[in-house]
């Protein structure tokens, strides 16, 4: 089963986000969770709650309502409770004087791969050999969208196309050209396609 399956086609399980990031940065759980807190709180990742509990409270009582399917704003995360070192955590939201409770949580998947790639260590520090790889022959770096590549790639897992390392590697190359009309050395691309591949499917054993 591919991880964005453990909820629908497009999106993936807050709790397999949190696991994921703590094994692929050395992190503990409520570590992990602050992270993950801060990026829905900046609007970097859509969260949507299966179902929420809410206890409104009114100048005379206070009534609970149950919503479903619902999105869970930037702001909602701004002032929150969430056991993060719980197996299953409960998320406690705090909106002027009603609180929202809610679990199931289901975050976009394309925006999730996204987020841990850009905290995957072993894309934090390798200047010197894709530096060289990258120069172009008048010594100048060339930059290339990898930001952009890598949102490819999620996609293309996403809809379920052939995520192999190969064809990952052709669809990026294909990327390049038709976006800015030139391709990394080959190298350097199965370089980038393999931790892709390694940080969403790691290797057993």
């Given at each position: ?10 999106r993936?399980?807050?709790?397999f ?16 969770g ?7 709180a900046?609007g970097?990742i859509?969260?949507?709650?299966d ?27 701004q002032?929150?409770r ?13 909106i002027?004087r ?6 199931d949580i ?33 010594g100048?770096?060339?930059k290339?969208?990898?930001?952009g590549?890598?949102?490819e ?17 052709k669809?990026?190359?294909?990327w390049f ?29």
């Amino acid at each position: 089963m591919h991880w964005w399956d453990r909820t629908m086609n497009d999106r993936s399980s807050i709790i397999f986000l949190r696991d994921r990031l703590s094994t692929l940065t050395g992190v503990t759980h409520s570590s992990a969770g602050e992270s993950i807190r801060q990026a829905m709180a900046a609007g970097e990742i859509e969260a949507v709650a299966d179902g929420v509990s809410v206890r409104a409270d009114t100048a005379d009582t206070a009534t609970d309502l149950i919503l479903e399917k619902h999105a869970l704003k930037p702001d909602y995360w701004q002032h929150c409770r969430i056991d993060w070192d719980s197996r299953y955590p409960s998320f406690t939201f705090y909106i002027g004087r009603d609180q929202y409770f809610a679990s199931d949580i289901t975050v976009d998947a394309v925006a999730a791969a996204t987020f841990l790639r850009l905290r995957d260590p072993l894309n934090q520090s390798q200047p010197s050999a894709s530096a060289a790889v990258e120069k172009n022959r008048g010594g100048r770096p060339t930059k290339y969208d990898w930001d952009g590549a890598f949102i490819e790639m999620a996609r293309i897992a996403v809809l379920g196309d052939d995520s192999s390392r190969a064809a990952l590697t052709k669809a990026v190359e294909d990327w390049f050209m038709q976006t800015s009309g030139s391709s990394p050395a080959s190298s350097l691309v199965r370089e980038k396609v393999q931790r892709f591949h390694e940080s969403i499917w790691p290797p057993r054993g």
